[in-house]
Structures are given as C-alpha cells and as structure tokens.
C-alpha cells in the first residue's frame, strides 16, 4: 500500500489547523491516520495480510459484531465509515475499523442489511446524524452503489449545517481525485447506469462528489508492487 503524493504527501502534516478548541475525537482520529501514513505502515500492512489469512483475533470478532449490531445504532458515534463493501469491507477498511476501535474511537460500520426500500432506512439516517466525522472511502466501485451515494449526499448535508461540529476526511482508494470530481468515465459512467432509475437524486450525487473532493484527503494504493 503506498500513499500518494499527489493529494496528500506522505508527511506529518494534517489537513487542517489544529488548535486547542479541536474536538478530542478529530484528534484521535488524525493521530491515528498520521501513524498509518508514516513509519508504522508496514506493520499495518503485516496486520493487512494476516487478516486476509484468516488470523483475526477473538477480540476484533467481539469488537466488529457489539459495534454492528442493530441496538446500537441510536447510539452516538465519532466516526462513520461509507464505503463500498463489495471493494474493501475485509480488506483495507476491515483493517482501518479495528485499528480505530483499539484506538478507543467510537466508529459505525454500516451493516448492508440496513438498505430496506427504495430510501436509506431512519435507523442509517440516524447513525449520519449521531456521528461527527464522516470517511468516505472513494474506490472503484464506489460509485456503483446507489446506497454510497445517497449516504455520501446525507453526509455532506449534515456536515454543511453543523456549524463546523462535523467533518468529512475523504480517502481515495485505488482511485485518482479526478475520478471522483467525475473528469473521467470511472464514476461518470457509473453515475449514468443510475440516471434512469433515480432521476431525482442523480444532480445531489454530482454536487456531493464534487463537493467532497475540494477536502484534502488521503490517497492511498493497495495495488502497487
């Protein structure tokens, strides 16, 4: 996994001032990236592929179901984690939920049986609404999903009416800024597969990928040698 240079260097620096005023959890959350990013990636990277061995531990099994289940989600979260599941769910975010639970980060993981209807269920709504920050994780099939999309305009909307309470840290996973602004047939042509069936949603979707990419975020890649 490399981190490229070309959105975010592979430094200390953070994508925002951090004052005394910084809410703890953005903190938290920013230590733990910036670990990610330096030094200590290979270890990440070791603990990357014993989790794809099989070679979980019993305590990410006890983490991974008490913050997934149903009765937790009126609960209030630091995180939550968009993502596509078909792209990363027991890969690269399967790795970064653990390393933010061990790192006392109150996370939600969206559980794919939540998508009920034609219209994401109270329950998802209610989990956007309780968290503070908000990583979308950008990968191929991202775009693909209409449940992403819809959770991806909901946050930006949160986070454009809390008054600065509320943050979106964007990674882009195997993918370049460029696709997610639509400038290439990657998301473009997904976007348009979704055209006939949710005309209504389909210019929220637009602005809220354009939106989202004016935020600095972290460019990572699984698939370099």
């Not at 330096?38 to 305590?59: E, Q």
């Not at 179901?65 to 630091?78: D, F, L, M, P, V």
């Not at 769910?89 to 790192?103: I, K, Q, S």
Request: aromatic share 8%; with cysteine; proline share 3%.
């Amino acid at each position: 996994m490399a981190v490229s240079s070309e959105h975010r260097p592979l430094n200390c620096s953070l994508p925002h001032e951090l004052t005394c005023e910084t809410p703890c959890p953005i903190l938290k959350l920013y230590l733990l990236i910036g670990i990610l990013s330096l030094s200590a990636l290979y270890i990440a990277l070791l603990t990357y592929h014993c989790v794809r061995l099989g070679r979980t531990s019993k305590k990410h099994e006890v983490l991974a179901k008490g913050t997934n289940s149903r009765a937790s989600i009126g609960s209030s979260y630091e995180v939550f984690l968009s993502f596509r599941g078909l792209d990363t769910r027991h890969g690269f975010t399967d790795f970064l939920y653990h390393g933010m639970v061990e790192a006392g980060i109150l996370v939600f993981r969206d559980n794919e049986s939540l998508h009920v209807g034609q219209r994401i269920g109270n329950e998802l709504l209610q989990a956007i609404q309780n968290s503070k920050i908000y990583i979308p994780i950008f990968s191929k099939n991202y775009a693909s999903s209409h449940w992403c999309l819809r959770e991806l305009a909901y946050m930006v909307e949160c986070a454009a009416k809390s008054n600065g309470n509320k943050e979106i840290l964007p990674i882009f996973l195997d993918v370049e800024p460029d696709d997610v602004k639509l400038k290439t047939n990657l998301y473009s042509k997904a976007l348009s597969k979704h055209q006939k069936k949710f005309c209504t949603e389909i210019e929220s979707w637009k602005k809220a990928l354009v939106d989202v990419d004016k935020i600095k975020g972290w460019n990572l890649k699984t698939d370099e040698r």
